[in-house]
């Protein structure tokens, strides 16, 4: 889990998306648990 570094939650799927270098266009597919 990874927390924001200014609120009080985890990052979001496209967060962290976003950290590993995909673009905001990249459609993410498939069960949040893969």
Known sequence: VILH???DR???IR???RLQ???DY???CGPIKE
Do not use: D, R, S
């Open 5 to 7: 570094p200014e609120q």
């Open 10 to 12: 985890v990052l979001t």
């Open 15 to 17: 967060e962290n998306a």
């Open 21 to 23: 270098g995909f673009p």
């Open 26 to 28: 990249y459609k993410l």
